[in-house]
């Protein structure tokens, strides 16, 4: 039995994914546990806070430790950290190999939190360059769907009702324009996320000897990480940003799952999605994915607010907030990874029915041109007075069916082209210069 639907046999390929939860689990944590370990002897022996040879033994004990996390388990129960378990075996490892006096310079001046955070920033670096090679390859996907559904005519919706002329490529467009504001926001984001957590006990670096920000700079350096003017073992805006990036952009793709599964159902058909199967119905085909994506998002949303107030994080640690980023932020990073490779899975298979959306346009005897017409007749009527007339000619559209254009074409001798303004394409505004705005973008 599993508890989370990451890491469950049967909810996992729904919901999960594997590739992220590879770089975040147990072992995955564990290795850049021992990779900081290992960049911290080298560091102290390369500045004088360690004997050369101690730091070339633990360097090399490092590069070939594999811990255990089923081992380490129930000591971290004990200390509310995994660190004081990772030590006390591989401390309990090097004097099994006789070098019991090797063992007492491992992890000198560091502190469980500068060992988790960068291990975890370790661990965010390479699930971000995924996250990014996700968000680029669903942005090239709707590019293209934007541009070749550019003039793909079809009502807009406001407030459930249909509203006006659009296009299915403005549609699209609006997420394009959400998915690359997400890109960019990640690669502002990602620098100061990915920074070096090295402070000490307190913050301080007091146990370095006056060595302590040169260590930092060369941690870093060995690490390939920046360094922070300070540490930020309890300033946490870079975690909460992080988790507020995750949530909108499972927004972002919640929103186009949202969308997808209305213009699929079945009263307006506009779009068809590659379906499950229903236990009970043969004809239907439900959108799993469309589903899936708004689920992944709302989920998300909650766990962020599960997550912000680890904001508060009391004087110089705090391990209530702490411990509830290791609860939230992997699922976060997890479910945010899916809903971008599902979001991309589900567009690619994409059915556009263009001509059912210019079918739906005509629905209620076409009003979708009502703001049209009234633009139009107000060129030679008060528009008051046009506005009313199609006002009234709309009531009549909607309880008899009959067209619009004509009623008004009966009710009025303006001089309306009533047949170049019964064309849809002719009333989608500025729709194309705004695709190719948010398509010079990409």
């Known amino acids: 039995m599993t508890v989370s639907v990451f890491d469950s046999d049967l909810l996992g390929g729904l919901l999960s994914d594997s590739e992220l939860v590879a770089l975040l689990d147990d072992h995955a944590r564990l290795s850049a546990m021992v990779r900081f370990e290992g960049a911290l002897a080298r560091v102290q022996s390369a500045v004088g806070v360690i004997p050369a040879s101690a730091g070339e033994t633990l360097s090399a004990f490092c590069e070939g430790y594999t811990p255990d996390p089923a081992t380490l388990g129930p000591q971290v129960a004990i200390d509310g950290t995994p660190v004081t378990a990772l030590l006390q075996d591989m401390r309990a490892r090097l004097i099994e190999a006789g070098h019991a006096e090797t ?243 589900t567009l690619t298979t994409l059915d556009v029915r263009a001509g059912r959306m210019r079918q739906n346009l005509d629905i209620n005897g076409g009003t979708a041109l009502a703001e049209a017409a009234a633009t139009a007749l107000s060129n030679h009527l008060p528009r008051a007075e046009a506005k009313a007339l199609v006002a009234e000619a709309s009531k009549d559209a909607i309880q008899t069916g009959t067209p619009l254009m004509d009623l008004l074409r009966q009710r009025t001798g303006a001089p309306v082209d009533w047949d170049a303004l019964a064309n849809p394409l002719n009333h989608i505004g500025e729709a194309e210069a705004m695709i190719e705005a948010v398509l010079a973008r990409v």
């Open 103 to 345: 063992a007492g310079f491992l992890h000198v001046g560091s502190t469980s939190q500068d060992v988790v955070d960068t291990a975890l920033v370790l661990q965010l670096r390479l699930a971000n360059d995924r996250l990014t090679d996700r968000l680029a390859a669903l942005i090239a996907l709707l590019a293209d769907l934007a541009a070749r559904h550019r003039r793909t005519v079809m009502a807009a919706r406001t407030r459930g009702q249909i509203a006006t002329p659009t296009t299915f490529g403005l549609r699209v467009a609006v997420w394009l324009d959400a998915a690359l504001r997400r890109r960019d926001a990640l690669a502002v984001l990602r620098p100061d996320l990915e920074s070096l957590q090295f402070g000490g006990a307190a913050g301080t670096l007091s146990a370095f000897q006056g060595r302590g920000m040169e260590t930092a700079a060369k941690m870093a350096a060995a690490l390939d990480l920046p360094q922070p003017a300070l540490s930020w073992q309890s300033q946490r805006d870079r975690i909460a940003g992080y988790a507020h990036w995750l949530t909108t952009t499972g927004g972002v793709t919640g929103k186009i799952g949202g969308e997808l599964a209305l213009l699929a159902q079945s009263e307006v058909g506009e779009v068809a999605l590659a379906g499950g199967a229903s236990s009970a119905m043969p004809h239907k085909a439900n959108p799993i994915a469309a589903e899936t994506l708004t689920a992944l998002s709302r989920f998300l949303a909650g766990q962020n607010a599960a997550l912000q107030p680890s904001l508060m994080q009391l004087s110089e640690r705090d391990g209530a907030g702490w411990t509830v980023e290791w609860m939230t932020l992997p699922a976060m990073v997890v479910a945010t990874g899916r809903s971008l490779s599902l979001a991309t899975e």
